[in-house]
Nanobody, 115 residues
Framework: QVQLVESGGGLVQPGGSLRLSCAAS????????MGWYRQAPWKQREWLAS???????TYSDSAKGRFTISRDNTNNTVYLQMNNLKPEDTAVYYC?????????WGQGTQVTVSS
């Protein structure tokens, strides 16, 4: 059974940084592009960034220039480095395959950007 466990969220001031991690179990990680997504209160879940198993990255306009996705294929972990955070980045952040699978959504990690 595949599990994706996100961590690294928290409360940060505007302009600050966080690094999110997503640990994956199961064989899906090595065979899949992985992505980060987020869902803010009263909004639909949105895709932020993707990384293929070869390391090629793609970003949404929301993430471009401030967020960096990476993966460690040895440790089955995908990361999201977030810099210059803004209050509008407040959301629950999730990782999943790309495209996402309904059976892999985890609990996510809460990111709150506030002074």
């Amino acid at each position: 059974q595949v599990q994706l466990v996100e961590s690294g969220g928290g409360l940060v001031q505007p302009g600050g940084s966080l690094r999110l991690s997503c640990a994956a179990s199961g064989s899906i990680f090595s065979n899949s592009a992985m992505g980060w997504y987020r869902q803010a209160p009263w909004k639909q879940r949105e895709w932020l960034a993707s990384v293929t198993n070869g390391g090629r990255t793609t970003y949404s306009d929301s993430a471009k220039g401030r967020f960096t996705i990476s993966r460690d294929n040895t440790n089955n972990t995908v990361y999201l480095q977030m810099n210059n955070l803004k209050p509008e980045d407040t959301a629950v952040y999730y990782c999943n395959t790309v495209p996402p699978s309904g059976k892999y959504w985890g609990q996510g990690t809460q990111v709150t950007v506030s002074s």
